[in-house]
């Protein structure tokens, strides 16, 4: 059997009961899709699918899974299908994910990264076949202060934009509920902080590489507001492989693994948004402009210290920036060429990951 360091049991996930909340969204979907592979029994409460592309709708998801569409504002419906479903392991990925969005509709960020973290938690707390839960926070959570090193697990939340705040917020309604609740009842909870990813299937407005995609797609030059802003970019299974080691340590030893933790790129691969899109680029023959639109905040240096998961976890990104822009380039050719199944497509790359 392969080794635990830095890898995913996969022994582990065989038949286990996982419920993914927001599996429809980017994250969500590849992280369902991972776990049908492993053979888990996958369940995912999510909104709706938009009638934009997603990745959840081309890669077919729907067929492989458990399926459940709802808000998780709702508590009540929160509840019933935690009950129905008896799930031994949570994914919360469900959220208003977007910083800009956020200043557009500040009330309903608070009220799907706060309360709806609350209502998953309340549910949880009164399902018993709940074990272990991760909840995806942000490495937006932390106060920024621009430092030029990473932030660590220790170090003070904050937020200046309303989806930053939400965020740490959720981050403390998650330690109140380990420590008000969860001990008694044996659910063990942790945090999981991560920083910017990339990958194909993401289709979402004002994200960088799915921009890039539309603008070489429609033959328009790509479009840069902020150029040197400094992002800690990843791989979108970079982090999926730690929620998923860290889970199986929640499952099996519990209390010691009950923590926030940081999933971030090395060193190397912080860098400008200008230098990804020359990346971007250069694999596909597109072309870009600077052309700063609004005066909206954006932090201009955000970097994570991943030593704590290297250490104690074991977990380590696998891939350097240059791969894993390749590897979304080559997602996206796959599906504007539609010569493929794009579920298969995702799976050669989950595969390639893990070194099958």
Known sequence: MEGLVNMVDKSFWRGKKVLVTGHTGFKGSWLSLWLHSLQAEVYGYALEMPKTPNMFAE?????????QYGDIRNQESVSAYMRKCEPEIIFHLAAQPLVRES?????ETYATNVMGTVNILEAARKCPSVKSIVIITTDKCYENKEWIWGYRESDPLGGYDPYASSK???ELVAQSYRLSFFQENKIFLATARAGNVIGGGDWAKDRLI???IRAIQNHREIILRN???IRPWQFVL???????MLAEKLY???TPWAEAWNFGPERSAQRMVEEVVKLVCDFTGGKYKVEVKDNLHENRNLELDISKASSILHWEPSLELEQAVKMTVAWYNAWIEQKTDMREISLQQINE????
């Open 210 to 212: 799915p921009d890039c």
């Open 353 to 356: 990951f893990q070194g099958v």
């Open 227 to 229: 150029p040197e802003a």
């Open 252 to 254: 099996m030893e519990g």
């Open 103 to 107: 200043y557009r509709y500040p009330l």
């Open 59 to 67: 890669c077919h998801l729907e067929d492989i899974l458990h399926n």
């Open 238 to 244: 970079e982090p999926l492989k730690g929620y998923l």
């Open 168 to 170: 740490a917020c959720a």
